[in-house]
């Protein structure tokens, strides 16, 4: 009869092991930091267009509400 144990045993618990040399592993350092750099790059450029487009949205509905401010104070003066 099987139990829980018989999976705990017989599955190896170690992962594959790599050797690769001081400069291969420079080398993958590198790629990997320019690959977080890139990245980086790119969300600041999605946060400036996303920061630009709800700035301008703000100032369009400022305009907005300063216009019905405006016709709204006017008119109750009549």
């Given at each position: 009869?099987?139990?829980?144990?018989?999976?705990?045993?017989?599955?190896?618990?170690?992962?594959?092991?790599?050797?690769?040399?001081?400069?291969?592993?420079?080398?993958?350092?590198?790629?990997?930091?320019?690959?977080?750099?890139?990245?980086?790059?790119?969300?600041?450029?999605?946060?400036?267009?996303?920061?630009?487009?709800?700035?301008?949205?703000?100032?369009?509905?400022?305009?907005?509400?300063?216009?019905?401010?405006?016709?709204?104070s006017?008119?109750?003066?009549?």
């Amino acid at each position: 009869m099987y139990s829980m144990f018989d999976l705990l045993f017989e599955t190896p618990s170690y992962r594959p092991v790599y050797v690769i040399s001081d400069s291969e592993m420079k080398e993958l350092k590198k790629n990997q930091h320019q690959e977080e750099l890139d990245e980086i790059k790119t969300q600041k450029v999605r946060l400036e267009d996303a920061f630009k487009a709800q700035l301008k949205h703000l100032e369009e509905r400022e305009k907005e509400v300063k216009k019905e401010l405006k016709f709204l104070s006017a008119s109750k003066n009549k």
